[in-house]
């Protein structure tokens, strides 16, 4: 099919962006287009202008600082994943990445953008939300910070404004004891997962502290389950396994065209004991 007619707009200066996209509700934000282009050629989207920010400066750095990683909205999904800063800092980011799609995707779609398109089934929205990141976001009213548990309102549906311009998203360091574990199953490569599972885990010795688990393409929002009372007794099959019965008793898998309930309910509980363990032993080593 071929998208409804539209305007467009291509703005050299973030005030004339903002300007344009405040001109009516009617108008969206294109970067990498890897999700909202194909919405427009199935007509699911039809907005009446296409605010087009790729001509904007200043807005393609990928940086690291002590606060953490912080990714421009027009960084490519590949260039965050090619940095070793990035890697050393918070090494999830750059594991679930990875996973995103095809290199052909990854070098178009931006970071930024996939998280601000609030799907459930994509790995960064998950991994923002388990790393308790933020977006910035700017208006013509003004600049604000949106915390990722503040972030996502529904399905597809993010608290943006339709006026603002998402600018940039930080994703905190990896904290002293913490290690990364991620693992999802898709039934093909580059295919969306039919669950996603992203770990943080904290050990003083070989104790675990705190334990906290993320998931994609389970439940209608990106979500994370703190499962540190499964692990109190130790690392073992039967503790981790409690902590996919405790994971899987707070989400709330669906049945759809790809799989069943109960097959995205089995997966979340072998996922989580896999990656848990990963993160775990990621800990460790960096002790």
Known sequence: MKPAPFDYLRPRSLDDALEALSSGRGAKVLAGGQSLVPLLSMRLAAPSTLVDINALPDLDHVRVDDAGVHVGALARHADVLSSHDVRRVQPLVSLALSQVAHATIRNRGTTVGSIVHADAAA????????????VSVASRSGTRTIPAGELY??????TLHHDEIALEATFPVLGPGEGVGFGEIARRHGDYALVGVGAVVRVEGDAVVSARAGYLS???????????????????????????VLAL???????????TAAYRGQLVKVLTARVLRAAYDDARSRS
């Open 123 to 134: 790995e960064m929205p998950m991994v923002l939300a388990l790393l308790a990141g933020s």
């Open 153 to 158: 309102a529904g399905p597809l549906e993010s």
């Open 218 to 244: 389970v439940s209608d929002v990106p979500t994370v389950v703190d499962v540190t009372s499964a692990l109190e007794t130790g690392i073992s099959e039967d503790s981790l396994a409690a902590a996919g």
């Open 249 to 259: 008793g707070e989400l709330d898998p669906a049945d759809d065209l790809h799989a």
